[in-house]
Every structure is written in structure tokens, then in C-alpha cells.
């Protein structure tokens, strides 16, 4: 049966001190979504109701709590009471910030858009899912939590030319993982797939096999590869608007979908480093779930033509055949590389000629690499370098390729700036062919942060060490990396990973902010694997290795939908249907976060107030470790965004 009627839909945009919940309601004729919002035990907007003649009704857990109500569309003031007559507002899509405020002074904001269309003929709506809210483009629950990611911060290809030769091919990395909120880690039961979504430029990447020569060549860098275009090493398929499943593996308790074969091009042709997907969560009979959109970021800035393009100014780097001058820049530098690699180990084909035969490269020439990727047959850098990112490569008695690259680029001087490169302090090195000065692959809370002259605190080496350090023999790529105990230990945060001590990796026993031990192979413990609270990945809260929160608007996005503003994912309500009662229980033994804990802690901090000064610092007064992520009101108080939250700011000197 139809009806004619004013349809009215209200979206959660944004809340400031609010953990955002979805509950539809049905009302006669009228379909509204509403947000539910639980700021403390005896505070809270419980639901934004309607009744039959569209009047939106706040329904608050305690009445008698609060002070005043105030609906706002820009400066225009709507309504002061708990109700507002929607019937009033015109045609159209309208912004309304809802402030309600309690008696002592506390307070909690709500922004929802309300799209009015005064001629709309529609069905009766049978087909909503009561559990579900439709929220811009985004389906959400009030029942789950989904959280993804990509693993790096930053996946690297060879650009669109993989003709001559490959370091790393396009493998892009996809994990996620969905949270009952009244229970734990949903493993099976479940359906969930990743999609192209429009990227923060407006812009989409639904593509990679138009965009690159790799499916050209990728049987003979990959012998038997056979890979269909836009199909991944991994078999998984470039993200496009058609969804792809992932599949869960039982050994790391996520969802999957790697080796997703991403350029950063979008489908303009305009380059985007930061593309978006939507992933989505379903039950088997195709209800939504969840959704979340996840950036995953991929650079081709990765190159060699800073010394080995023919235009280059480094004489050293020069052939003595001379410069190959093609007129391909993407084919020339490679190019140069190779007649130089055949100049200092003329034999290296010949030698292993064998060993790459057995491994199914047949069309190698013996008389070196240069002849060979002229004769049609491209190198992959890791089929005689084994490479950790791409298992199952090299041969034996070469050597590793981290370990070849980095040690004998240590000692190279940087033609602009006269530096070998292992005596450079900062990034600038390393961005000299990693993704940098336009990727930005270092970024995120080590990455843009700042001393008092606005200098760059953290850089590479900060972590990795020198460029000698990363390539030592003894070193296993991929795997002995730093990890956050280097750094975050005993209540205190350094700017290095490395002990001056012993110039290598800091080693402690405080293990609150440890990785796990021996993850994900023995005698290793990578950040990537580590898993923390409720069996959550490490990314999953933190965001991904290079890029932990708060980082590019496009890595922002997941935090921000979950949780409604940007940093490491924290708020309780995020995962939970009700705030736990819990002391240490949290993160890394935290306490929860809200006006509920501060109006309980007193007992807690009587007891043993010791152990507050792991993040409130030895004296009290705040640390990095007690800074707010957002604004927020406590029990009447309001602390700012960055603000270190200090036992005096309420207590005085009294305390």
C-alpha cells in the first residue's frame, strides 16, 4: 500500500563526547533511524524518538538530571524543549545540533541530518532491517563493531613499467576484524567483502590492469603465475564495485583479502595514494551488519632515478659504457641499473644460471641482465635476493636482498647534499628511494611529531638505525624490527628505539605496551601480529605500522567512524554495549574513560594511587600517556583535545 507522506531520515553525522550506537524505529508511515548515546550511569540521551506527527522527542534516561535542551540549525534556535516539529522545516536536507545539558553543568551534543521531502510516493517500508541504520552511504549496528586495516601504512610497486626489471609488484594487504559488543570476535556465521569506495580527493580506483604493464610480464617475473588481470599474486582481485569476499585464517584471528593488486591511479588517471575501500559485514541471509571504509595506501615513488636516471648528477652511478639514454624515464633508470650490476658481477646470470632454470626462469640470458631484459624478459630483483615480502624467493649463496641494497648503498654519497648516506640523521635518506617527499609513508603520531621549533622529533633511523644497521648480514628482513616496548616502557615515552647504550634496540621488562613474543615465528615480535585487549589486533586500534593514529585524513576515517573522532581507538562503547565496570581491565590496564569512572575513582585511587602514575606521570600532573584523544566534559569540568589530564586539574592543591 502506498502512502504520501513527509519521509524524514535522520543520520548520525558527528558527536563530541558521545559513543555512538544505531537503533532504528518504525513509526506508522514514518521511517527514522536514530542514533542511541551513552555518555555516563546517569546521563544520557537514550533515543531521538518520533511519533506519528513527526515530532522528534529525546527520551533521556534520567529527567529530572537536566537543565536545559536547545535544537539549533546553524545560529537559528529550533526548539528549547525536549521536542521539535519537524513539520515546520522546509524541503530539503537540514544540519540540527542537539545540546542537552545536566543540572551540574554536564553536557553532551548530538549533530543529525534531516533530508524532508514534502512529495515523496513510497512503499510501505517492509524491507528495513530493525538492527540496522543507514548513515550516509554507510550501514552500521548497534550490535557489532567492524574494524580494518592495512598492515604497513604504506605497500610499495615499481610504478606502471615492470618491462626491465621489479622490485616489488603490486600486493596490497587487507585485514579486519568484527566485534559482537555483547560478546567477543565473530569468526564464522558471517559474510564479509571489500569494495572500491570514492577516496577523500572525491575520486575512485575501481582498476589496476589499465594502469600497468604488470599482467603483461607477471608470468615471467612470476614463472606460472598465470595470473588473470586485475588478479593478485594472493588470487584476490583489484577492489572494484563489485564486493569480493574475504576469508578468515584461524592462525591470526582476522579477516583477509591480501595480495590485492592496487596502483595509485585513479580511474581519472589523477594519482591518489590514499585509496578507500568499503568493507562489509552480513549474515548469511544478507543482512548488513556493519560497514567500515579503510584506506589502503600504496606508493610507486619508490624508484632509483635520483642517481641512476641518465640525467642524473651522480657521476659515480654512471656506467662505463655509458648512460643507456632511453627515452622511457620508467625504462631508462632501470635500465642503467642493470648495465651497472652486470659491469661489477658480470657472472651473476651465468653463475646461477641453474638455479634460476629449476626456479622456472628458462629465459635468462647468460650473458647478463641487461641483454636479458632487452630480449623481452624482465628481472625480479628477489629471484637470486630472497626477500621476506615475497616468500619462497632467492638462491642460495646470494645475498639477502635488504641485506645487498642497503649495505652497499651505505657508504654512497647523496649528490645533493654531499652526504653518504649512512651518516644522514633523518628521512631524507631514506626518501631519497623510498616513498616520501609526496607519500609520505612515515607519518601518523612518530611521524609528525614536532619539538618546540617545529623540527621533526622522530625520524627512520629513529626506529631502524642507520642505513648500515638495516643492511647487516645478520639481519632478517621483515622480521627483526623494532618493536613498541623499545620505546613506550615504565611510564615513559622515548624518541628513539635505539639505547645509545649499545647502539641497538632498546631492550626492557616493563611489558604493558609490549608486542607479543615469538609472533609471528619464533624469536620475533612484530607490532603487525600482535594482538592486545579482547584478542584485537594491535592496527586494530593503533592503526597500521607508519601511519599510527592520528594520521592522514584518509587513514583517520576508520577511527573516526567508529568511535567519532580521530586517535587510537578507546572509547569503551566502541566495542561494548555498556561501559565496563573494571579498574585495570582495559588497554594496557587501563581504567574506562568518562565522567562514570571519574565519579568512582576516588576509592580506587585511596587504595593504591600508585599505580595512576603510569600514565598521570610520578607527580601527578599529567603525562603523554593521560592526553585526550577529544574534548570532553567530565562530571562538569571540560578538558581540551591534547590537554594531559592531571589529578590538580579538579583536585587543587588540596589534594
Same mark, same amino acid.
Given at each position: 500500500?502506498?502512502?504520501?507522506?513527509?519521509?524524514?531520515?535522520?543520520?548520525?553525522? $558527528?558527536?563530541?563526547?558521545?559513543?555512538?550506537?544505531?537503533?532504528?524505529?518504525?513509526?506508522?508511515?514514518?521511517?527514522?533511524?536514530?542514533?542511541?548515546?551513552?555518555?555516563?550511569?546517569?546521563?544520557?540521551?537514550?533515543?531521538?524518538?518520533?511519533?506519528?506527527?513527526?515530532?522528534?522527542?529525546?527520551?533521556?534516561?534520567?529527567?529530572?538530571?537536566?537543565?536545559?535542551?536547545?535544537?539549533?540549525?546553524?545560529?537559528?534556535?529550533?526548539?528549547?524543549?525536549?521536542?521539535?516539529?519537524?513539520?515546520? @522545516?522546509?524541503?530539503?536536507?537540514?544540519?540540527? *545540533?542537539?545540546?542537552?545539558?545536566?543540572?551540574?553543568?554536564?553536557?553532551?551534543?548530538?549533530?543529525?541530518?534531516?533530508?524532508?521531502?514534502?512529495?515523496?510516493?513510497?512503499?510501505?517500508?517492509?524491507?528495513?532491517?530493525?538492527?540496522?541504520?543507514?548513515?550516509?552511504?554507510?550501514?552500521?549496528?548497534?550490535?557489532?563493531?567492524?574494524?580494518?586495516?592495512?598492515?604497513?601504512?604504506?605497500?610499495?610497486?615499481?610504478?606502471?613499467?615492470?618491462?626491465?626489471?621489479?622490485?616489488?609488484?603490486?600486493?596490497?594487504?587487507?585485514?579486519?576484524? @568484527?566485534?559482537?559488543?555483547?560478546?567477543?570476535?565473530?569468526?564464522?556465521?558471517?559474510?564479509?567483502?571489500?569494495? /572500491?569506495?570514492?577516496?577523500?580527493?572525491?575520486?575512485?580506483?575501481?582498476?589496476?590492469?589499465? !594502469? %600497468?604493464?604488470?599482467?603483461?610480464?607477471?608470468?615471467?617475473? $612470476?614463472?606460472?603465475?598465470?595470473?588473470?588481470?586485475?588478479?593478485?599474486?594472493?588470487?584476490?582481485?583489484?577492489?572494484?564495485?563489485?564486493?569480493?569476499?574475504?576469508?578468515?585464517?584461524?592462525?591470526?584471528?582476522?579477516? &583477509?583479502?591480501?595480495?590485492?593488486? +592496487?596502483?595509485?591511479?585513479?580511474?581519472?588517471?589523477?594519482?591518489?595514494?590514499?585509496?578507500?575501500?568499503?568493507?562489509?559485514?552480513?549474515?548469511?541471509?544478507?543482512?548488513?551488519?556493519?560497514?567500515?571504509?579503510?584506506?589502503?595506501?600504496?606508493?610507486?615513488?619508490?624508484?632509483?632515478?635520483?642517481?641512476?636516471?641518465?640525467?642524473?648528477?651522480?657521476?659515480?652511478?654512471?656506467?662505463?659504457?655509458?648512460?643507456?639514454?632511453?627515452?622511457?624515464?620508467?625504462?631508462?633508470?632501470?635500465?642503467?641499473?642493470?648495465?651497472?650490476?652486470?659491469?661489477?658481477?658480470?657472472?651473476?646470470?651465468?653463475?646461477? +644460471?641453474?638455479?634460476?632454470? #629449476?626456479?622456472?626462469?628458462?629465459?635468462?640470458?647468460?650473458?647478463?641482465? =641487461?641483454?636479458?631484459?632487452?630480449?623481452?624478459?624482465?628481472?625480479?630483483?628477489?629471484?637470486?635476493? /630472497?626477500?621476506?615480502? @615475497?616468500?619462497?624467493?632467492?638462491?642460495?649463496?646470494?645475498?639477502?636482498?635488504?641485506?645487498?641494497?642497503?649495505?652497499?648503498?651505505? %657508504?654512497?654519497?647523496?649528490?645533493?647534499?654531499?652526504?653518504?648516506?649512512?651518516? /644522514?640523521?633523518?628521512?631524507?635518506?631514506?626518501?631519497?628511494?623510498?616513498?616520501?617527499?609526496?607519500? &609520505?609513508?612515515?607519518?601518523?603520531?612518530?611521524?609528525?611529531? !614536532?619539538?618546540?621549533?617545529? !623540527?621533526?622529533?622522530?625520524?627512520?633511523?629513529?626506529?631502524?638505525?642507520?642505513?648500515?644497521?638495516?643492511?647487516?648480514?645478520?639481519?632478517?628482513?621483515?622480521?627483526?624490527?623494532?618493536?613498541?616496548?623499545?620505546?613506550?616502557?615504565?611510564?615513559?615515552? =622515548?624518541?628513539? #628505539?635505539?639505547?645509545?647504550? *649499545?647502539?641497538?634496540?632498546?631492550?626492557?621488562?616493563?611489558?604493558?605496551?609490549?608486542?607479543?613474543?615469538?609472533?609471528?615465528?619464533?624469536?620475533?615480535?612484530?607490532?603487525?601480529?600482535?594482538?592486545?585487549?579482547?584478542?584485537?589486533?594491535?592496527?586494530?586500534?593503533?592503526?597500521?605500522?607508519?601511519?599510527?593514529?592520528?594520521?592522514?585524513?584518509?587513514?583517520?576515517? @576508520?577511527?573516526?567512524?567508529?568511535?567519532?573522532?580521530?586517535?587510537?581507538?578507546?572509547?569503551?562503547?566502541?566495542?561494548?554495549?555498556?561501559?565496563?565496570?573494571?579498574?585495570?581491565?582495559?588497554?594496557?590496564?587501563?581504567?574506562?574513560?568518562?565522567?562514570?569512572?571519574?565519579?568512582?575513582?576516588?576509592?580506587?585511587? =585511596?587504595?593504591?594511587?600508585?599505580?595512576? %602514575?603510569?600514565?598521570?606521570?610520578?607527580?601527578?600532573?599529567?603525562?603523554?600517556?593521560?592526553?585526550?584523544?577529544? %574534548?570532553?566534559?567530565?562530571?562538569? &569540568?571540560?578538558? *581540551? &583535545?591534547?590537554?594531559?589530564?592531571?589529578?590538580?586539574?579538579?583536585?587543587?592543591? !588540596?589534594?
Amino acid at each position: 500500500m502506498k502512502n504520501i507522506f513527509k519521509k524524514i531520515l535522520v543520520f548520525y553525522v $558527528f558527536a563530541i563526547s558521545a559513543y555512538a550506537d544505531f537503533a532504528p524505529i518504525l513509526v506508522g508511515d514514518i521511517t527514522i533511524f536514530v542514533p542511541y548515546t551513552t555518555i555516563s550511569s546517569n546521563f544520557s540521551i537514550k533515543t531521538i524518538n518520533t511519533d506519528h506527527n513527526k515530532i522528534l522527542n529525546i527520551v533521556v534516561e534520567n529527567p529530572s538530571n537536566i537543565a536545559s535542551y536547545l535544537w539549533k540549525e546553524g545560529n537559528k534556535v529550533l526548539s528549547t524543549s525536549n521536542t521539535l516539529d519537524t513539520s515546520s @522545516l522546509s524541503s530539503g536536507v537540514h544540519t540540527i *545540533t542537539i545540546i542537552v545539558t545536566a543540572i551540574n553543568g554536564e553536557e553532551t551534543t548530538k549533530t543529525i541530518t534531516i533530508n524532508i521531502d514534502n512529495n515523496h510516493d513510497d512503499d510501505d517500508d517492509d524491507d528495513h532491517n530493525d538492527s540496522n541504520t543507514t548513515t550516509g552511504g554507510t550501514t552500521t549496528s548497534n550490535a557489532y563493531m567492524l574494524t580494518a586495516w592495512n598492515d604497513l601504512g604504506m605497500h610499495c610497486m615499481d610504478g606502471n613499467d615492470f618491462s626491465v626489471w621489479s622490485v616489488l609488484p603490486p600486493f596490497n594487504n587487507l585485514h579486519a576484524q @568484527l566485534k559482537d559488543k555483547s560478546g567477543g570476535l565473530v569468526t564464522s556465521g558471517v559474510i564479509i567483502t571489500y569494495e /572500491s569506495t570514492t577516496g577523500t580527493d572525491g575520486k575512485i580506483n575501481t582498476s589496476s590492469a589499465d !594502469k %600497468t604493464n604488470f599482467w603483461d610480464f607477471s608470468n615471467k617475473l $612470476f614463472p606460472n603465475s598465470n595470473l588473470q588481470a586485475n588478479v593478485g599474486l594472493a588470487g584476490n582481485k583489484t577492489p572494484s564495485t563489485t564486493p569480493e569476499n574475504m576469508s578468515y585464517d584461524t592462525k591470526e584471528n582476522w579477516w &583477509k583479502a591480501e595480495g590485492l593488486p +592496487l596502483t595509485p591511479y585513479n580511474d581519472d588517471g589523477s594519482k591518489n595514494y590514499y585509496p578507500l575501500v568499503k568493507v562489509t559485514a552480513k549474515d548469511t541471509q544478507g543482512n548488513i551488519l556493519a560497514t567500515a571504509k579503510v584506506v589502503l595506501p600504496v606508493s610507486d615513488e619508490m624508484d632509483c632515478k635520483r642517481c641512476h636516471a641518465s640525467t642524473s648528477l651522480a657521476p659515480k652511478a654512471k656506467p662505463n659504457a655509458g648512460w643507456v639514454n632511453n627515452t622511457d624515464p620508467e625504462k631508462d633508470f632501470k635500465l642503467n641499473v642493470l648495465r651497472l650490476h652486470d659491469e661489477r658481477m658480470p657472472n651473476a646470470v651465468k653463475d646461477n +644460471l641453474a638455479a634460476l632454470q #629449476a626456479k622456472g626462469y628458462t629465459t635468462f640470458d647468460s650473458a647478463g641482465l =641487461e641483454a636479458t631484459a632487452n630480449a623481452g624478459t624482465p628481472i625480479l630483483c628477489a629471484a637470486c635476493h /630472497s626477500s621476506n615480502a @615475497l616468500p619462497g624467493t632467492g638462491v642460495s649463496g646470494v645475498p639477502a636482498f635488504t641485506n645487498a641494497i642497503h649495505s652497499y648503498h651505505a %657508504t654512497v654519497v647523496d649528490p645533493y647534499t654531499n652526504l653518504a648516506m649512512n651518516d /644522514s640523521q633523518n628521512r631524507d635518506s631514506c626518501y631519497a628511494c623510498h616513498p616520501g617527499s609526496s607519500t &609520505k609513508c612515515l607519518r601518523g603520531a612518530m611521524g609528525d611529531a !614536532k619539538d618546540a621549533n617545529g !623540527k621533526n622529533t622522530m625520524q627512520c633511523q629513529s626506529c631502524h638505525g642507520t642505513i648500515s644497521h638495516v643492511g647487516d648480514k645478520n639481519r632478517k628482513g621483515w622480521f627483526d624490527e623494532p618493536n613498541c616496548q623499545s620505546c613506550h616502557h615504565d611510564g615513559v615515552r =622515548e624518541t628513539s #628505539a635505539i639505547d645509545p647504550a *649499545t647502539n641497538t634496540l632498546r631492550h626492557v621488562v616493563d611489558t604493558k605496551f609490549a608486542t607479543n613474543l615469538n609472533t609471528p615465528a619464533a624469536g620475533v615480535s612484530l607490532y603487525r601480529f600482535s594482538t592486545g585487549h579482547g584478542d584485537l589486533q594491535c592496527e586494530a586500534c593503533h592503526g597500521a605500522t607508519h601511519a599510527i593514529y592520528p594520521a592522514h585524513n584518509a587513514d583517520n576515517l @576508520l577511527s573516526e567512524g567508529i568511535q567519532g573522532h580521530t586517535g587510537t581507538i578507546g572509547e569503551c562503547s566502541s566495542c561494548h554495549t555498556s561501559v565496563p565496570r573494571t579498574v585495570t581491565g582495559g588497554p594496557h590496564g587501563m581504567h574506562p574513560v568518562g565522567s562514570s569512572w571519574v565519579k568512582t575513582h576516588r576509592d580506587v585511587a =585511596e587504595r593504591n594511587a600508585a599505580q595512576c %602514575t603510569t600514565c598521570h606521570g610520578a607527580d601527578y600532573r599529567g603525562s603523554v600517556l593521560s592526553k585526550m584523544f577529544t %574534548t570532553r566534559t567530565l562530571d562538569g &569540568k571540560t578538558f *581540551t &583535545k591534547g590537554q594531559q589530564v592531571s589529578c590538580y586539574a579538579c583536585h587543587g592543591k !588540596k589534594w
